[in-house]
Nanobody
Framework: QVQLAESGGGSVQAGGSLRLSCAAS????????MGWFRQPPGKQREGVAA????????YYADSVQGRFTISRDIATNTLYLRMNNLKPEDTAMYYC??????????????????WGLGTQVTVSS
């Protein structure tokens, strides 16, 4: 059984940084997406970043490109999202997600069967 647990959210001022972590247990898929999604208040959930567990490919939403970095520690099966130069519009509930493959657009949330409960990120101006 795959379980995902996020941590690392919090409140920061604009320009600050946070690192989110996602501890993944029971996830052993190769060539599959692991990613981060977020849902701002009153808006739809959107893809933030993802990586392919079978290679070095990483993917980012245009709004976070150059500011956020996704990475994975294979030994501990932990997914990270380093967020720098945070902006108020980054305020959202952030979710870790995992798929069983990678044959679809990485931002298609409906292809991810495994989700964490989320961690809140609040950025004040």
């Amino acid at each position: 059984q795959v379980q995902l647990a996020e941590s690392g959210g919090g409140s920061v001022q604009a320009g600050g940084s946070l690192r989110l972590s996602c501890a993944a247990s029971g996830f052993e898929y190769y060539n599959a997406y692991m990613g981060w999604f977020r849902q701002p208040p009153g808006k739809q959930r959107e893809g933030v970043a993802a990586l392919d567990t079978g290679g070095l490919s990483t993917y980012y939403a245009d709004s976070v490109q150059g500011r956020f970095t996704i990475s994975r520690d294979i030994a501990t099966n932990t997914l990270y999202l380093r967020m720098n130069n945070l902006k108020p519009e980054d305020t959202a509930m952030y979710y870790c997600a995992a798929a069983s493959g990678a044959g679809f657009p990485w931002y298609d949330q409906y292809e991810y069967p495994y989700w964490g409960l989320g961690t809140q990120v609040t950025v004040s101006s």
